[in-house]
């Protein structure tokens, strides 16, 4: 028999094919931003060795791992902080966090609200299921009230952050929010998000059949992206305040927040500038 | 004395029903860890979730509202210890649950509990480390951690059980020790037996004692937070009852006002263990009395052992079982005399050498010590604590420092490439 | 590798241990500081504020301790020397952390200026209790590396070493420091550049489709890249193999973490680094590392007016632990006496280590002050006195 010739993978160039398969569920929005991710670096024609990927731990957390870049899984929550230290010490790579909603919003939330402060030139991809699907369906600090999870067997009773309100808040220069039914909105995002300077922030709305869905009997993957179809609307540069994200309710998507800020770096370099001469 | 519980009259209550599900069960330890809690009065878990002990805090979560207690998934491992400790001085038993990078977030907070003398139980299911390592698999390499990990002098209670029976049955104790001793203890079990499903029989709550907590109970204008009994542990007092109390993880007097030197008084943070260490420390022995060969275990290496020893004894060897139920305060008596009658020590864990120092610590230079490392991710193979019983009896010098045998994984991995 | 002249402050200057640390940090070519402010090491971060302009250093205050040492090994990634300062309740919230840089093998090195413990303790307090935490505080398996400067001097030439040492075995080094030390103020003597030896991590030089970020070299410590290099590497702090890709099988975790232990073991020798006074013929030897052994020496003259034969041994690396040289000293004497500004820590390791060869003797001072040569004295004396063998640890 001949041998058939495998066709090469589209994104053989930012993936890390060795290690497919990965390790995401059948219907998972993860890998969905992962490709609008790829195609985002692919428009913006950078230099792939001066990007970097950090990752906290998660299922998005494994992105780090398949992504053919300098990348690094860290540990839980402190993908951002540990950008941060990239970022500084080699100010001209391009430092993208990726990370899901309990990692960058939860246990990281404070490097989050920070970073954001502080205006450090890092985008933030924020994968949000809604749940901790790694450990098994636990609450989520973005997980929608009455939803049910392992740990809020009778109906959850947190109400959520709204991540681009949070954002906004703590001071990104850029917010946006798309599903990962919105591909090519989404890839659009986050060419902008990572040609931003300063702290930038895109929230991917992604479905999670094994957990959020299963424990809440939504259906199978194609029923949330039917949701997200029929539920989903644009409406950009909405006031933050407008963003919560109600239990199977409509979710405004868009871009909310582009503003223009000195970075960290930039502040840093001028108050540098400014000390040195009064030394000598 | 005029005031306080005189610390010789015990007061032993039992175990509220309500909180008690009496029966036989086909649970994991996880599981049976969470229903020991609760039946020892456990009323409030601050949690988040991580693999391998997330069962646990679930199965807490799904009991609490029937018997009255709450939970809170808090954001991280620093809130969830945090929450514990305000919880406990809210009048609450309370526990944290936990695992590998969680314990090391938790440390500043275990420093702070056993500062503020906060009675409270940390179920720390191991993974393999060190950082993220194997999540989803066995390690015993937070020992030591357990004993050191926060920062300045200070003591706490660990256990270690090997079945699901005995996560029930030790949560129970871990609550009465922190109760009594009024110091962190920690239920240092281990992914094989958290996720292990056995049989756990669940008594009748008038067969389970509860240890009370010691609540002061003379007038409120002569309270003084940190101001002991004779075993050397304070009564406490709880916030709301009109008490106005201070306490501060700033080093203090009796007051629970800041100091600016240590006092000789300081010093019972870890006197109130060490010189009831005798009450605390519960040993498991078998066959030690005649034995050559003595093999100290914990947690789920002490079952894997009972294979090898059998092994060893079916050939003759004379070969006790010593396994350490409670790890901390290590059992230094013990072991110092029975280094004075056997030949060596055989200490299996899974980590690459903690516990096994203190062996050696305490055998004085009495006995050889042998350590049968296993780096993790799974349980050592008895045939390998058999090849190192055999070793042990037929060594009849005496070596310094600590022997470590070399494993059939260690031959595989590293001696097949040089 | 020589120093870069523009950190090398040479000359003769009145330092503190804080500020002698940040001046042998700049000597060692470190240009990342990541820090949460904490006392009492703020003097530490102060100066190198001041200097960061001079010698082109970067300087970044977290938002917690947590961030600080993670920013630290993020920055390590890059190509910079990098390193944190903190005290007490900080170090424990660095232990994930110390876990992490210990797993991708960054090299990066944290002060620990000690202060009295547990908890808040006595904020300026001078303590030694972080000894033990510093070898076990992370969880899993790990080795690692501690040196405990005793003047401000040895705070500019221990900075320098753990420097060397972290770049070398690709392991976070540990500098224990206590308020005593870091605060006093002493004449430092800052040599030349180019008397300065400076060890740099090995950098990987093959082919870019080659790299294997963690295929060990024969001294069991992988060549590093740099983040921008064009390597594409990936590191994870799940057990891994060569390619940095987590396996999650324990034949991965024994190729994966014994080396991490074994590549400080195999080479104990070339970091052990302690002090002896007058040990040949000691009947009794003074064990201390710190701020206590600055007292030792007054003591021990003062127990040799009473005829006893004193001897001080000072640990200068901690960790790996000295322990073939106590094993050999405690043949030989007929008791070990450690003063400790703790309530038991490195007694216990000694204890070990003496097999029940010699007496241990253990003397626990409160936390907040130092010991008067004195008090140490009236303990070697108790010491020298007890003749027979007491199998345990005597606490005077």
Known sequence: MAKKKIEPHPMENILRMDRIPHIWCPACGIGTAVTSFASALEKLKVNLDEVCVVSGIGCTGRVAGYTKVDSFHTTHGRAIAYATGVKLGNPKMKVIVFSGDGDIIAIGGNHFMHAARRNIDITVICVNNFIYAMTGGQVAPTTPLTAYATTSPFGNIEPPYNIPRLAEACGAVYVARWTALHVRRLTNSIVEAIQKPGFSVVEVISPCAQYYSRINRLGDGLDMMRFYHDNAVIKHNEPTENLDIDYQKQIIMGKFIDREKPTYIERYNEWLSESKPKKK | MAFGIEAEKEVIMKANKKDVLTGSYYIDGDVAAAYGAIAAGCKFVGGYPITPSTEAFEAFVHRAPYVGGITIQMEDELGSIASILGAVWSGKKAMTITSGPGFSLMMENIGLGAMLETPFVLLNVQRSGPSTGLPTQAGQADMMQSRWGANGDYEIIAISPDSPQ????????????????????????????????????????????????????????????????????????????????????????????????????????????????????????????????????????????????????????????????????????????????????????????????????????????????????????????????????????????????????????????? | ?????????????????????????????????????????????????????????????????????????????????????????????????????????TPCVIVNVQRTGPSLGIPNGVAQGDTMQARWGSHGDYETIVLTPNSPQECFDLTIKAFNFSERFRVPVLLLTDAYIAQKKTLVKIPPTKDLKLISRKLFKGAKNKYLP???????????????????????????????????????????????????????????????????????????????????????????????????????????????????????????????????????????????????????????????????????????????????????
């Open chain 3, 1 to 105: 590798m020589k120093a870069n002249s523009k950190g090398v402050l040479t000359g003769t200057h009145n330092l503190s241990g804080n500020e002698a640390i940040i001046e042998g940090a700049f000597a060692a070519g470190c240009r990342f500081l990541g820090v949460y402010p904490i006392s009492p090491s703020l003097e530490a971060t102060d100066r190198f504020l001041q200097r960061s302009g001079e010698v082109d250093a970067t300087f970044v205050q977290m938002e917690d301790e947590i961030s600080a040492l993670a920013a630290v090994l993020g920055a390590s990634w890059t190509g910079k020397k990098s390193m944190s300062v903190t005290s007490g309740s900080g170090l424990s919230n660095m232990m994930e952390h110390i876990g992490l840089g210990i797993m991708l093998q």
């Open chain 2, 166 to 418: 005995e996560m029930f049955d030790y949560t129970i104790k871990a609550f009465n020790l922190s109760e009594k001793y009024r110091c962190p203890v920690m239920i240092m079990a281990d992914e094989c037996v958290g996720h292990m499903t056995e049989k756990v029989v669940v008594p009748e709550a008038d067969k389970i004692n509860i240890e009370p907590r010691r609540f002061y109970k003379g007038p409120k204008e002569k309270y003084l937070p940190f101001k002991p009994d004779k075993d050397l542990v304070p009564p406490m007092a709880k916030a709301g009852d009109g008490y106005k109390l201070h306490i501060s993880g700033l080093t203090h007097d009796e007051k629970g006002y800041p100091t600016f030197s240590q006092t000789p008084d300081t010093k019972r943070l870890v006197d109130k263990i060490r010189l009831n260490a005798d009450k605390i420390i519960e040993l498991n022995e078998d066959e030690i009395d005649d034995a050559d060969v003595v093999v100290v275990s914990y947690g789920i290496t002490s079952r894997v052992a009972i294979r090898g020893i059998e092994q060893a004894r079916a050939k003759g060897l004379k070969v006790g079982n010593l396994r350490l139920v409670t790890v901390w305060p290590f059992p230094e008596k013990r072991i110092a005399e029975l280094s004075k009658k056997v030949k060596a020590f055989v200490v299996p864990e899974i980590n690459y050498g903690q516990i096994v120092y203190e062996v050696e610590r305490c055998a004085h230079g009495n006995a050889n010590v042998v350590l049968v490392p296993h780096g993790g991710g799974f349980v050592h193979n008895p045939e390998d604590i058999f090849k190192a019983i055999k070793y042990a009896a037929q060594e009849k010098k005496k070596v310094e420092g600590i022997i470590e045998h070399k494993t059939e994984l260690y031959r595989l991995i590293h001696e097949k490439n040089s």
């Open chain 3, 214 to 396: 963690y295929k060990n070299d024969k001294n069991l410590v992988p060549p590093m890249v740099n983040v921008g290099d064009g390597y594409r590497f990936h590191v994870t702090g799940l057990t891994h193999d060569e390619r940095g890709y987590p396996v999650m099988t324990s034949e991965c975790q024994e190729a994966c973490v014994r080396p991490l232990m074994e590549k400080i073991t195999k080479y104990q020798d070339e970091i052990i680094e302690y002090e002896e006074v007058e040990t040949d013929d000691a009947d009794v030897v003074v064990i201390s590392y710190g701020a206590t052994s600055t007292v030792v020496s007054k003591a021990i003259s003062l127990a040799k007016k009473d005829g006893i034969k004193v001897g001080s041994f000072r640990l200068i690396t901690i960790w790996p632990f000295p322990e073939k040289r106590v094993r050999k000293l405690a043949q030989k004497i007929d008791a070990f006496v450690i003063p400790e500004i703790n309530f038991g820590q490195i007694a216990f390791e000694i204890e070990r280590c003496a097999a029940g060869n010699c007496n241990v003797f253990f003397v626990p001072i409160l936390g907040g002050g130092l010991p008067t040569p004195e008090d140490i004295c009236k303990s070697i004396i108790k010491a020298s006195k007890e003749k027979k063998k007491i199998e345990k640890l005597i606490e005077l």
